[in-house]
Every structure is written in C-alpha cells, then in structure tokens.
C-alpha cells in the first residue's frame, strides 16, 4: 500500500509539470498561470520526499509542511479571489456581450479595362434649319403645308399677291415684244444704209432694258410663291390665309433632322485627346433607356476667352426623327485607348471629411498566445477592415479606385452605416438592391 501511494504521487507531480508546460507554450488554455502547475508538482514531490523520512523527523517535518500548506491555500485562495475570477469574470462578460455579426451585402474589386472619356452636356441643332420670311411683302393668297409636316426641296409652301406684279409683267412682255420689232426694223434699215448705225445701238438698248424689265418682274413674282430650299419638316405656322406680310416676317420654320447635330462645350485641356471621328454616346432626357451612337464633326476654330471651352459638334443619324433641335443631351465622348482600372459599386464607397473609405472583408484575427482573456472569435469568422482608397472615373453604377484595395478583395456594397473597424460580420446571401433603371429628377 505504501508503495502505491508513492506511485500516484510521482504520477501526479509528473501530470502537474506536464500541465504546467502546455500552459507555458499555449497549447493549454487555462484561467490558472502555469506556475500554479509547477507549484502543485513540488507539493506532490515533497509529500513522496516526507513520507521517505524516518518516523521521529517525519512528524516536525509533517507540521512545518502543514503551516506551509494552509499559507499556500490561503494565498491561493487570495489569488484566484483578488486576479482569477476578475479575469474570468471578464471574460465572461466581454463573450456575453461581444457585438453580434453584421449581414452585409459584398462585392470583389475587380480589373476592368475602361477607355478614357470625356462628359459633356450639350444642346441638339438641326442639321438645317432656316426661319421661312418672305422677301416681298403682300397679302397671304394661299398656303399649302400644314403645322409639322414634311416636305420634300422646291415643295410650294406660300402664294404672296402678285396681280401687280402679274400685269407688271404684261405690260413688259408687250414692251420687250414692241422693242424686238423695233430692232429688227433697225437691223434691215441699216443693212441697206438707209439709217445711222446710231439707231441701231438705241434699239438694241431698248430691247435689253425691256427684257430686263421683264426678268426683274419675273422674279419679284418667284419670290412672291415661297418654296422649301431643302427637304425637312416644317414647324408652326404663324400666318393666316389673307394677312399682310412683311419683309423678313417668319411664316414658319423648316429644319433638316436627319442626320442632326449635338453641340457641347469641352475643357481647353481636352483639345490634346479629342479628335474628329472619336466616338460619342447620347442619351436625352426625352428618350429614357435609349442610347445613341455618333461621332465627332467638327472642333471649333478658337477657345472662348470667357469660359476657357472650345465647342465640339457631334453628328448622330436620327432616321426616326425622334430627336429634335434644342433637346437637353448627355454626352460622353471616348477619347483614347482603353487602360486597366480598379473598380467598385459605387454604393461601396463611404464619403467623410477625413477621406473617402471602403470597409473591406478579411479573416478574423487569431488571439495571441497567452494572452490573459483573448477576445472570442466570429462565428463567420470574418470581420471588416476600414481603408482609405482613391478614386478616380466613374462610369454607371461603378467607379475607379487608383490606390488602398487590391484586386479580389471583398468590399461591403450595402450597410456600412451600421459596421466600424473590425466589427465582426456576416454574408448576406441577397445581393443588394439594382439600381434604378431611370434615376429620378427632382
């Protein structure tokens, strides 16, 4: 018996210095430090030395070791009161109370391949488009075209009085007719010397000064019926039937939209990329959802000293006559090759005075080694990181990042509202909501 009392001590103080060396390399997490190990292993291997003393020193020897024990529980129980149980207290507590995961909506940074643009805002032109005025006054005798309606080059739009004009012309026919007569008289006169070559030159002038008489009549009468110089549509009419017409009054208008113009302001700057033939994109206000695809016309001669812009004019086919002249148009023109960039959802990024942010996903930290009451770990185990970025372009519903995300990682799109740095979170398996199709206008 006595030896197998031996025995589980030696197992016990061996037990006890093992414990102690996990603890001490962190493979054993325990609220006890590991020199509470060590101690119990000497306490146990003093018991084995006592119980190998002779009987007469082993009784002194019994109660030293008593007093010395009853200290040790004392000042053990003083230690686990006064630094364990706070700790695990604490620990308790900050497991009890840990933030719980946040669902949050993801996206990957990805590298896409974008052409440098430039944005514009600009103003649709017809391609022609004139104010139809008459050159000779009159009352309106008859019209021929209705509001809006097409018509073809030479097409009659508007008869101008022109019976003066008309008995004007009359009377010059019968004068160049009189006249003729006169000169051919004059001619068979002087062909057998019977007249001076004087009254020849006078007929002759007569003549012309009649057929020019006649022509001019004829073409105050051309002016007086007002034609179409081209095909286009004509706008609003704003004469009626038997009103007066002055000089430069404007009857209608008549413009040519197929193909039509856009006209739009560039930075100064922009003049070292911009180039006639780039590409252009449109969109108007009126036609939502549908794009239309130009190219770039002409660039002003000059740079307005006021604004420091040169004006660019784009030219778009419009077959359908949907787009009209003075149309509010959105431009973006390519202007160079495509370039490799960073991007995000533009929900992604979080605005501040301090910079603009993105919270990124990455693993949980791990707890050191030993440390006293280690944080506990997510159960997703994920969390967030804050990063400062730097954006650049902005195309759509996605933006350019130039520098703080690396490509793959995992961004927050949606409910950053709710999230701070190194917060704990969760995937949330509905993607975030699209954008709208149209953003609404105030």
Same mark, same amino acid.
């Given at each position: ?9 030696l197992a016990l103080a061996l037990a006890a210095l093992a414990l102690g060396a996990l603890a001490q390399t962190g493979v054993l997490h325990s609220p006890a430090p590991p020199i509470a190990f060590g101690v119990a292993a000497g306490v146990f291997v003093a018991l084995l030395a006592i119980r190998s003393l002779p009987l007469g020193v082993r009784r002194p020897v019994v109660f030293l070791v008593t007093l010395v024990l009853l200290a040790a529980m004392t000042a053990g129980l003083a230690y686990f009161q006064f630094v364990i149980r706070p700790t695990m207290v604490k620990s308790f507590l900050s497991a009890a109370f840990a933030p719980k995961p946040t669902a949050v909506s993801v996206e990957p940074v990805k590298l896409e391949r974008w052409p440098p643009q430039l944005a514009a805002i600009g103003t649709l032109r017809a391609y022609q488009g004139i104010l139809i005025a ?32 008309? /008995?004007? $012309? ?15 008289? =004059? ?6 010397? +019977? ?14 000064? /009649?057929?020019?008489? &006649? ?13 179409? @110089?081209?095909?286009?549509? $004509? ?15 404007? $009857?209608?208008?008549?413009?040519? $939209? ?6 739009? @302001?560039?930075?100064?700057? %922009? ?16 036609? @939502? ?11 002003? /001669? ?72 280690? %944080? @506990? ?11 400062? &970025? ?22 927050? /799109?949606?409910? =950053?509202?709710?999230?701070?740095? +190194? ?20």
């Amino acid at each position: 018996m006595r030896r197998i009392i031996n025995w589980i001590l030696l197992a016990l103080a061996l037990a006890a210095l093992a414990l102690g060396a996990l603890a001490q390399t962190g493979v054993l997490h325990s609220p006890a430090p590991p020199i509470a190990f060590g101690v119990a292993a000497g306490v146990f291997v003093a018991l084995l030395a006592i119980r190998s003393l002779p009987l007469g020193v082993r009784r002194p020897v019994v109660f030293l070791v008593t007093l010395v024990l009853l200290a040790a529980m004392t000042a053990g129980l003083a230690y686990f009161q006064f630094v364990i149980r706070p700790t695990m207290v604490k620990s308790f507590l900050s497991a009890a109370f840990a933030p719980k995961p946040t669902a949050v909506s993801v996206e990957p940074v990805k590298l896409e391949r974008w052409p440098p643009q430039l944005a514009a805002i600009g103003t649709l032109r017809a391609y022609q488009g004139i104010l139809i005025a008459p050159q000779a006054p009159g009352v309106v005798t008859a019209i021929h075209f209705e509001s809006a309606s097409d018509v073809q080059e030479g097409d009659l739009l508007i008869n101008i009085d022109d019976s003066v004009d008309q /008995a004007d $012309l009359a009377n010059g026919l019968a004068q160049l007719k009189n006249a003729e007569a006169t000169l051919a008289r =004059q001619k068979t006169l002087v062909a057998g010397g +019977n007249t001076p070559q004087s009254n020849l030159d006078s007929a002759l002038a007569a003549r012309d000064s /009649a057929a020019a008489t &006649v022509e001019r009549t004829k073409a105050v009468i051309a002016q007086k019926a007002i034609r179409a @110089p081209f095909t286009g549509r $004509l706008g609003l009419r704003n004469v009626d039937l038997g009103q007066y017409a002055s000089v430069g009054m404007t $009857l209608a208008t008549l413009q040519q $939209l197929d193909p039509i113009y856009a006209d739009f @302001p560039a930075p100064e700057e %922009a003049l070292a990329t911009l180039a006639v033939g780039e590409d252009v994109i449109m969109t108007v206000d009126a036609i @939502p959802g549908q794009r239309f695809e130009g190219k770039v016309k002409a660039i002003d /001669a000059r740079v307005s000293a006021e604004s420091r812009n040169v004006t660019v004019r784009a030219e778009f086919e419009n077959p359908g006559h949907k787009l009209l002249p003075g149309m509010f148009a959105n431009l973006t023109v390519t202007t160079g090759t495509p370039q490799e960039l960073l991007t995000l959802p533009r929900t992604a990024i979080v605005y501040s005075l301090y910079g603009d942010n993105v919270f990124v996903v990455v693993p949980a930290k791990k707890p050191e080694p030993g440390a006293a009451s280690p %944080a @506990p770990a997510p159960a997703s185990g994920l969390m967030v990181e804050r990063r400062f &970025v730097k954006l650049g372009a902005i195309r759509d519903e996605r933006i350019a990042v130039t520098d703080g995300v690396r490509e793959g990682e995992t961004v927050v /799109a949606a409910g =950053q509202i709710k999230l701070q740095p +190194n917060m704990p979170v969760i995937l949330d398996d509905h993607p975030a909501l699209p954008p709208p199709a149209e953003t609404p206008r105030p």
